[in-house]
């Protein structure tokens, strides 16, 4: 038996060997594993094909939607003519019953001219009594009638026809009305022809003084 040697005396509490280092992957066996992995995996979008099917079917629908916007917008056409076409025959049924009455009068008055004891200031009182009613009819209606006698000339409501001197109206005034004028609910309908006064007439000149008096 050896006995240790004094000088060199052993370590108290001796390391471990260490392991050997293992020896690297394969790189053919790493891209197999992650083939496998991704075969394993599922898809995780739509396929072409279902895709596809989805875009027919929105198409289809909005084609659906459109033909019938189309059909509403045409349906919305017809009805809003055919409410201008009521508000129309309504407006003139109203104007007609209250001129319906007007015309009954009026036959009346020309069958009392054909009788043989006939009146003329009977038949005139009838006469006044039927315009008076049928410019009630209209007025009802929003007709109205200028009466510019006397009051300035407005080219607006008016037609001056021609220029008179007038002793009794005043420059630039009406002072005849050759045709009545109207207006429907403050609109123009037809002017009013009338003669403007064009003031006091010249006096004559003195033959004798030259001059004006």
Not at 57 to 82: I, Q, T
């Amino acid at each position: 038996m050896s006995q240790a040697d004094p000088a060199n005396p052993p370590p108290a509490n001796p390391e471990p060997a260490a392991a050997p280092p293992s020896a690297p992957e394969a790189p053919g066996a790493a891209a197999g594993d992650a083939s496998a992995a991704s075969a394993a995996a599922p898809a995780s979008g739509p396929s072409p094909e279902e895709q596809i099917a989805a875009a027919k079917k929105e198409a289809a629908e909005n084609y659906e939607r459109y033909l019938r916007s189309v059909a509403d917008l045409e349906n919305f056409r017809k009805r809003a003519v055919r409410d201008r076409e009521d508000a129309s025959h309504r407006a003139a049924t109203r104007i007609l019953e209250d001129l319906i009455p007007v015309l009954d009068n009026l036959g009346h008055a020309l069958a009392a001219t054909k009788a043989a004891n006939a009146d003329v200031k009977t038949l005139a009182g009838g006469v006044e009594m039927i315009a008076s009613q049928l410019k009630s009819a209209l007025g009802s209606h929003g007709l109205a009638e200028l009466a510019p006698l006397g009051k300035p000339f407005d080219p607006n409501l008016h037609e001056a026809i021609a220029h008179q001197p007038s002793r009794e109206v005043a420059p630039d005034h009406v002072s005849a009305v050759t045709r009545v004028g109207y207006t429907l609910n403050g609109r123009l309908v037809r002017a009013a022809s009338v003669v403007v006064s064009s003031g006091a007439p010249e006096k004559p000149a003195d033959p004798e003084a030259g001059v004006v008096v």
